[in-house]
């Protein structure tokens, strides 16, 4: 069965902090996802991970970074946290092209800055 | 600028009816559809998918229908369940590109009347 774990369910965090978000997959995935879903906007790719230590960026990457320094391992960053960045965050792990599949998502987390 | 597209931001079925959901996308690029289920404070979980090799693919109480040309996919679902009220994204990618990013629609809510 596979896991994609994130650290936290809920979280506040005060504006201009520097927030970390980890997520851990157990399925050996080579492609991680970072998303956030907003009511009426879905969900929207922040940043995408295809390999340790490679990254791009998706849809809405200002205001985020990444790093995947292990495969089982991706954190997104939120360098100075602000309140339109309140959100829910979720994170995802699949295999590489070539082996078309879906995704397998973390249960999110509810990120609330103040 | 929205690739995959989901018109409908509700719809509301009777219990044991079809609930047809619908997707539209613009990248000629994508190869392969997927939908997924969130029902609320829980990450999505994904439901079926469909490579654009095929027009139909089929699990149970879910079939999903790709139209190429008109760049249109759907969900059906039959009977519809008191179970099946959660939002529903639509996804898409291009694996055949080797590009593994996984884009959402914004998402339909569907409401199971009893």
């Known amino acids: 069965d596979v896991k994609v774990t994130q650290s936290s369910r809920y979280l506040v965090k005060r504006t201009g902090e520097k927030v970390f978000l980890e997520c851990v997959q157990d399925?050996?995935?080579?492609?991680m996802f970072w998303y956030r879903q907003d009511p009426g906007l879905g969900l929207r790719l922040i940043y995408f991970?295809?390999?340790?230590?490679?990254?791009e960026k998706g849809d809405i990457p200002e205001g985020y970074s990444v790093s995947r320094e292990k495969k089982e391992r991706f954190s997104l960053i939120l360098e100075s946290a602000s309140t339109n960045q309140t959100s829910m965050y979720l994170c995802?792990?699949?295999?590489?092209?070539?082996?078309?599949?879906?995704?397998?998502f973390g249960q999110g987390t509810r990120l609330t800055v103040v | 600028d929205q690739q995959v597209k989901q018109n409908s931001p509700s719809l509301s079925v009777q219990e044991g009816r079809i609930s047809i959901l619908n997707c539209d996308y613009t990248n000629s690029m994508f190869d392969y559809f997927l939908w997924y289920k969130k029902y609320p404070a829980e990450g999505p979980t994904f439901l079926i998918s469909i490579s654009s090799i095929k027009d139909k693919n089929e699990d149970g109480r879910f079939t999903v229908f790709l139209n190429k040309s008109a760049k249109h996919l759907s969900l059906h679902i039959v009977p519809s369940q008191p179970g099946d009220s959660a939002v529903y994204f639509c996804?898409?990618?291009?694996?055949?590109?080797?590009?593994?990013?996984?884009?959402f629609g914004k998402g339909t809510r569907l409401h199971i009347l009893p």
């Open positions: 399925m050996d995935h080579e492609n």
């Open positions: 991970s295809y390999d340790v230590k490679m990254k």
């Open positions: 996804a898409a990618s291009a694996m055949r590109y080797r590009d593994d990013k996984i884009i």
């Open positions: 995802a792990s699949g295999p590489s092209s070539g082996f078309p599949s879906e995704a397998f």
